[in-house]
């Protein structure tokens, strides 16, 4: 069954450090997503992406975040300079071509622990 | 604002037991609510709803939408102690293609 694979699965980084979370989503989908989750705490979006640029974004996702898809295959999301605050479970997320308000498949999770 | 309140927060039931999981939403343009079962890391995709009234079922698992009232529940009948997990709703909006999720409920069949 195809599914949406995240790496690494832990992250630890020092404060000020760049951090790039790496993501391969479902193959024949075209929508991508970040989400993520600080422990205890609701699952927040952050970005989408459709079509090689941004298509929609909080106002978690600032300066500092920036996503990409570098080749056929990936989805990366980077932190430039990671803060205390940015420790989460970050979820990669697809979905389908004209399904993008439907279901999206989520992948196991990137645990970043910024110290 | 929370757009999506899910009760009860927790909830700590008997294997064999029916539970039912509520979740309410207020938002303009809604287009679909959806529900998640949330294990030790990822969100599984459960039930999608756009319409009211009309059932979806899988299983021991069911789901209805109200969007008059503006909510949905989930339905867990003859539950397992592989029930255990958090369950989070999701709303999507007809602008936009983000999911607001609510805070889940955490269920916890003990045998």
Redesign the interface.
Same mark, same amino acid.
């Given at each position: 069954e195809p599914e !949406?694979t995240q790496t690494p699965s832990h992250q630890v980084t020092q404060m000020g450090q760049e951090v790039i979370l790496r993501c391969v989503p479902i193959s024949n989908h075209l929508?991508f997503?970040w989400?993520r989750q600080i422990l205890g705490?609701? !699952?927040?979006?952050l970005v $989408?992406f459709?079509n090689n640029e941004i $298509?929609?974004k $909080?106002e978690i996702f600032d300066d500092q975040f920036s996503v990409e898809r570098p080749d056929g295959s990936n989805f990366t999301l980077k932190i430039r300079s990671t803060k205390l605050e940015d420790s989460a479970?970050y979820?990669c997320a697809s979905s389908e071509p004209r399904r993008?308000?439907?279901?999206?498949?989520?992948?196991?999770?990137t645990r970043l622990t910024v110290v | 604002e929370d757009k999506v309140v899910q009760s009860p927060l927790s909830l700590v039931v008997h294997e064999g037991d029916t539970v039912t999981l509520n979740c309410s939403y207020e938002v303009t343009n809604f287009? =679909?609510l959806?529900w998640?079962k949330q294990e030790k890391?990822?969100?599984?995709?459960l039930f999608?709803l756009t319409s009211s009234g009309i059932e979806k079922k899988s299983g021991r698992l069911s789901s209805i939408l109200d969007k008059k009232e503006l909510f949905s529940i989930l339905n867990i009948t003859a539950t397992q102690t592989g029930d255990s997990a958090v369950y989070?709703c999701?709303v =999507?909006?007809?602008v @936009?293609?983000?999911?607001?999720? @609510?805070? @889940?409920t955490s269920l916890t069949v003990i045998p």
């Amino acid at each position: 069954e195809p599914e !949406v694979t995240q790496t690494p699965s832990h992250q630890v980084t020092q404060m000020g450090q760049e951090v790039i979370l790496r993501c391969v989503p479902i193959s024949n989908h075209l929508y991508f997503y970040w989400y993520r989750q600080i422990l205890g705490q609701k !699952v927040e979006f952050l970005v $989408s992406f459709y079509n090689n640029e941004i $298509s929609e974004k $909080s106002e978690i996702f600032d300066d500092q975040f920036s996503v990409e898809r570098p080749d056929g295959s990936n989805f990366t999301l980077k932190i430039r300079s990671t803060k205390l605050e940015d420790s989460a479970m970050y979820f990669c997320a697809s979905s389908e071509p004209r399904r993008a308000q439907h279901e999206a498949f989520f992948g196991q999770g990137t645990r970043l622990t910024v110290v | 604002e929370d757009k999506v309140v899910q009760s009860p927060l927790s909830l700590v039931v008997h294997e064999g037991d029916t539970v039912t999981l509520n979740c309410s939403y207020e938002v303009t343009n809604f287009r =679909s609510l959806l529900w998640y079962k949330q294990e030790k890391k990822a969100p599984t995709f459960l039930f999608m709803l756009t319409s009211s009234g009309i059932e979806k079922k899988s299983g021991r698992l069911s789901s209805i939408l109200d969007k008059k009232e503006l909510f949905s529940i989930l339905n867990i009948t003859a539950t397992q102690t592989g029930d255990s997990a958090v369950y989070l709703c999701a709303v =999507s909006l007809e602008v @936009g293609n983000q999911f607001y999720f @609510g805070t @889940g409920t955490s269920l916890t069949v003990i045998p």
